[in-house]
């Protein structure tokens, strides 16, 4: 089954993260990570079993093992390509390749000798494809060819890190999100809509208030005018960490509510056990 992207859920959750390369991204608000502070977050991009070649965010949770979404993990066809430059960019063109054959997706030897990283998807068996809020699921894996050595992996929240939040406390606790994703900013000329754009290419992080936990799901308000936060994330972040105060991941994006991305964004819980129970699967440890 293809990726969705723009996938409507009830007819107002929008999926983020599968936009056809070679469009540019970053979260809506938030900070440029110059600096290259989320070093082991990662932009992937890997082609589909519909022809279309797509990218999200991942993180890196040891040295072979990525974390994502499962909408950024189903359905690809081929290898996957890894890159860890934060700033990847700033105008066109994308220093990308492309595969030799749409259909059969990246080699590993394309990938490698354009000096990026190579990888293989795996999808949670329980991944509900959009169509089931009790049983979300979505939840991906990276599992790289060679380790990757050059940064730190990061560290998933121990189980039910997130139920131990107060509900009172839950909008006054900020999580971080990193991501690649789409920039959202009133364009040059022409309407002065926020639109989201195609370039710069890079990683952001971005401050956002908790507003509502669920057993599956931890949603957080991503408006970047909200004097609590910073930002919020957009198509392209897919896949990408949410970091709690101590500096877990506790889920991953997930899907948003608006086409401009200046609302909620839900993001797929990693501190339950259903998640747990398979990443222990690839030698994770929480």
């Known amino acids: 089954m293809r990726p969705r ?6 007819a107002v959750l929008i999926a983020l993260g599968l936009v056809t390369a070679p469009a540019a991204m970053a979260a ?97 068996p329980e991944y509900s494809d959009f169509t089931d809020m009790d049983n ?14 050059e940064a730190e992996p990061a560290s998933i929240a121990e189980l039910g890190t997130l139920d131990r939040i107060k509900k009172s406390d839950l909008s006054k606790t900020l999580f971080t999100a990193v991501g690649y994703g789409t920039e959202v900013r009133k364009p040059e000329a022409g309407p002065q809509k926020p639109t989201p754009m195609t370039y710069p290419l890079v990683r952001r992080y971005v ?11 931890i949603q957080a308000n991503g408006n970047p005018n909200d004097n609590k936060g910073t930002g919020g994330t957009c198509f392209g972040d897919s896949g990408g960490p949410l970091f ?30 259903v998640v747990q129970d398979w990443l222990e699967d690839f030698g994770l440890t929480f």
């Open 5 to 10: 992207a723009l996938t409507l859920v009830a």
């Open 28 to 124: 809506t608000g938030g900070t440029v990570d110059r600096d290259n502070q989320y070093s082991n977050v990662a932009n992937i991009l890997y082609y589909a079993d519909d022809g279309g070649r797509y990218r999200c965010t991942a993180t890196l949770v040891s040295p072979t093992v990525l974390l994502t979404a499962a909408h950024c993990t189903l359905g690809t066809v081929g290898s996957t390509l890894v890159d860890f430059d934060p700033i990847i960019a700033e105008a066109p063109p994308l220093p990308y390749p492309t595969a030799a054959d749409a259909a059969e997706g990246y080699t590993d030897a394309e990938i490698t000798g354009a000096g990026y990283l190579s990888g293989t998807a795996n999808t949670h």
């Open 136 to 149: 979300w699921n979505d939840v991906g894996v990276i599992v790289l060819d060679e380790p990757y050595t």
């Open 207 to 217: 401050d956002m208030p908790g507003q509502k936990l669920t057993p599956q799901i």
């Open 244 to 273: 709690n105060p101590a500096g877990d991941i506790v889920a991953v994006t997930s899907y948003g509510y608006t086409a401009n991305c200046r609302y909620l964004g839900g993001y797929q819980r990693v501190d339950i056990a």
